[in-house]
């Protein structure tokens, strides 16, 4: 007796036949990708316009931050220092000697991350670790950039702003305000509920 295949596996050999991309040794571009991306939803019929619209743009925002990382990363490695270091020390330089707490909120780390990377920085000589005598609580310690730590990230500074200059030249100034107005729209705003 002869099955006839089920809905589902003549619906995900569609899928698959239509998500076939040239093969090529090359990588799809992030435009074809979201592409690909929008076709699978089209033949699955579970996002409509907005919310499409709403995955292409955090897809593009997420891949954008991913190789700004990667690029940024490359910068300060020949500094000695990771690109959540260099984070991590811009904002002990911006904000003088500040609490660890601060710093992660700051910096993008995370509060569980932050110690081991402050020993790193530390083991560096990058930073240091000051505890105020009068208190009660000997475990509260302030973080403060060393001479050769403000040395580091001052070059880090120098380095980043031109990448930064490298990544944003695309945009005219009206592009750049426009774009710069709609992430602080969103980065003002708390996280929204899991």
Known sequence: MNRRPSARAVASAAIQESLQ???SPKLPTMAEFIDQ????HEIDGDLDDLEMLRKETMLTVLTLAGRIRTDSEAVHRPMGITWAGFRIM???WALGETEPYRIAVFAGVSRASISSALNTLEEAAF???KREPNRAD???VKIA???RGNEVVLEGMVAQKKRDLAWLEVLDTDQLRTF???LQ???REPDPPR
């Open 21 to 23: 991309l040239e093969e």
């Open 127 to 129: 930073i240091e670790r």
């Open 37 to 40: 991306v929008r076709r699978r």
């Open 138 to 140: 000997r475990r509260l």
């Open 145 to 147: 950039l060393t001479p």
């Open 185 to 187: 729209v969103l980065s």
């Open 90 to 92: 811009h904002v002990i």
């Open 180 to 182: 710069h107005d709609l």
